[in-house]
């Protein structure tokens, strides 16, 4: 069977987020990924992502790549204008927005690696997730 080494997910306001976390999931189990609680680890990332670029940008894209066959690497770039208060943000409770403010922190806690580079131009997050 062909497994596909990436997948990108094209992010507007109007994105059906559970369409593109099914076919997250497929993508995953095209490579053998099927322990429930790794699954669950990358879907809750990878919809913290999409969720973050429909509520605070205009528009985005998530990239899902195997660097090999035990490392996942996950890219969501933006076009929005930054995230001010990085420091804080990374922080549980935190939100601009009135949610709960656990999405941003629980990305770093979930996964492996997180470099961040944002400016007024806007986001890009770069994740590895061992798998």
């Known amino acids: 069977m062909y497994k596909r080494q990436w997948m990108l997910l094209r992010v507007t306001k109007k994105s059906d ?17 099927s322990n429930k609680g790794l699954l669950l680890e990358i879907k809750t990332i990878v919809s913290e992502l999409i969720y973050n670029i429909q509520k605070y940008t205009p528009k985005g894209s998530v990239n899902l790549e195997f660097q090999d066959k035990h490392n996942l690497k996950i890219e969501a770039i933006d076009q929005g204008s930054g995230i001010e208060n990085f420091n804080l943000a990374i922080q549980d409770g935190y939100s601009t927005s009135g949610t709960l403010g656990l999405g941003f922190a629980s990305i770093f806690r979930l996964s492996d690696e997180v470099e961040v580079q944002t400016s007024e131009q806007g986001t890009i997050i770069n994740i590895k997730k061992r798998v």
């Open 17 to 33: 987020v559970a369409v593109l976390l099914t076919n997250v999931r497929q993508f995953l189990k095209e490579h053998d990924i």
